[in-house]
């Protein structure tokens, strides 16, 4: 069954169970899935700064970031079956299908748990209720961080970007400071200037002129709240707003999601049990055989390495746990 079959069978049991949803103000929280991969997801507005945050909270937290956008130019670049075809749609100006994406997505998301990745933070994705519903089949969202800015902050934001041709680093050079108004916080920003390496080469995107950008907030604005419900609903959206730089606003974004990153290590310390159990049958197999004499000398040396390994292992579940308390 592919993604759109499975797609359209979870919407056809879903209608099934409107009666009994219906009955509840909100929806029990999922319960994590192991055959999924863990994520964090990051939404907000073009120019809040999600692909700045989402990428460093993923380090804080040792989970890969990953933009859907940047798997998409990856492929294109790479010339592979998958790029090639979408370099045709964007070339004509047209969308992706949701469906290009979300396999897009799903094969990374698998290469990642075969590599043994424990969760991952998405950027900029779902941007559509119907990706969010999607997405569902592939992940196991565990938490969604709006992110948000004072509108004439984005707009400022946004014209004030810019790329080094030669390396590819975004900086920004508006200098943002507002006043508090009408309840909405004080907002400081300084500009994040280049190097003087990068000073010369500095480009605008050919889409941050004011009234494309005007455009792209008020597309996100029309898409925004069905998404956000389809997350509230399960109880997992978090909304953050953005008053400052990135000096005083990540520690405390860090500060705000510290209570939620139990989840992810729950996800290590389980990996670490997987790993002693597998250890454990590893060693009682080659002391058996140690026993009856059917091993070679070489194996019955490793047991004691495998035996030191496990006490890691058993300790890295012990401080996961202890941290959780």
């Not at 970031?65 to 047209?94: N, P, S, Y």
């Not at 140690?290 to 091993?295: F, H, I, L, R």
Request: net charge positive.
């Amino acid at each position: 069954m592919n993604l759109v079959q499975r797609f359209a069978a979870k919407k056809t049991l879903d209608t099934l169970a409107t009666g009994l949803s219906a009955l509840r103000v909100t929806r029990t929280p999922p319960a994590p899935s192991a055959a999924k991969a863990p994520a964090w997801i990051f939404l907000g507005p073009p120019g809040v700064g999600k692909g700045t945050y989402s990428s460093r909270v993923a380090s804080a937290l040792g989970v890969p970031h990953i933009a859907a956008g940047d798997l998409v130019r990856q492929q294109i670049k790479d010339k592979t079956e998958f790029g090639c075809k979408a370099q045709a749609i964007v070339a004509k100006g047209d969308l992706l299908p949701d469906e290009m994406i979300l396999e897009l997505l799903e094969k990374r998301l698998q290469d990642g748990q075969a590599q043994g990745e424990l969760g991952v933070l998405l950027d900029g994705f779902p941007r559509t209720r119907r990706q969010a519903q999607m997405l569902a089949l592939i992940a196991d969202t565990q938490l969604a961080v709006n992110l948000s800015l004072r509108p004439e902050v984005l707009t400022a934001k946004c014209l004030g970007r810019r790329v080094c041709g030669d390396c590819g680093k975004n900086f920004n050079v508006a200098d943002i400071m507002l006043p508090a108004s009408n309840g909405q916080p004080e907002v400081r920003m300084p500009p994040l200037n280049p190097p003087e390496s990068c000073r010369e080469k500095m480009e605008i995107r050919s889409d941050d002129n004011l009234e494309t950008i005007n455009n792209r907030i008020d597309v996100y604005n029309s898409q925004a709240k069905p998404v956000e419900d389809f997350f509230r609903e399960d109880g997992l959206l978090r909304n953050f707003e953005i008053s400052g730089g990135i000096p005083e606003t990540l520690p405390r974004l860090l500060q705000e999601l510290g209570p939620f990153s139990y989840l992810l290590a729950e996800r290590r310390a389980q990996a670490a049990r997987n790993q002693l159990a597998k250890q454990m049958t590893w060693v009682s197999t080659q002391t058996q055989k140690v026993m009856s004499g059917s091993t070679h000398s070489a194996s019955a040396q490793s047991i004691p390495m495998a035996s030191q390994s496990m006490r890691k292992c058993t300790a890295a579940g012990s401080n996961e746990s202890l941290a959780q308390r």
